[in-house]
Nanobody, 117 residues
Framework: QVQLVESGGGLVQAGGSLRLSCAASGAIFSIRTMGWYRQAPGKQRELVATITRAFGVTNYADFVKGRFTISRDNAKNTVYLQMNSLKPEDTAVYYC??????????WGQGTQVTVSS
């Protein structure tokens, strides 16, 4: 199993920046993809960005392209989400996720991001 610990959420004004971190431990050798999802009140959880652990191939939701950047540090088993030009509609709980080719799926506890107008 994989354990995930997120950090970096908080309150920021519109136009500001935040950096989320997610440290993985446990059976990390099997992880293929790391990513971030978010869930706003009353809405379904949605993909924000993913990155492959081996080659760093990235995938972004259209609503964050050009504003958010996902990266990883394999030596630290950590994935990051740099969020710039934040908007009030980015307010949500952000969850770290890892997946392996066999369908194993692990989630972090979530970190709150609040963007004030």
């Amino acid at each position: 199993q994989v354990q995930l610990v997120e950090s970096g959420g908080g309150l920021v004004q519109a136009g500001g920046s935040l950096r989320l971190s997610c440290a993985a431990s446990g059976a990390i050798f099997s992880i293929r993809t790391m990513g971030w999802y978010r869930q706003a009140p009353g809405k379904q959880r949605e993909l924000v960005a993913t990155i492959t652990r081996a080659f760093g191939v990235t995938n972004y939701a259209d609503f964050v392209k050009g504003r958010f950047t996902i990266s990883r540090d394999n030596a630290k088993n950590t994935v990051y989400l740099q969020m710039n030009s934040l908007k009030p509609e980015d307010t949500a709980v952000y969850y770290c996720n890892v997946r392996d080719p066999g369908g194993y799926d692990a989630w972090g506890q979530g970190t709150q991001v609040t963007v004030s107008s």
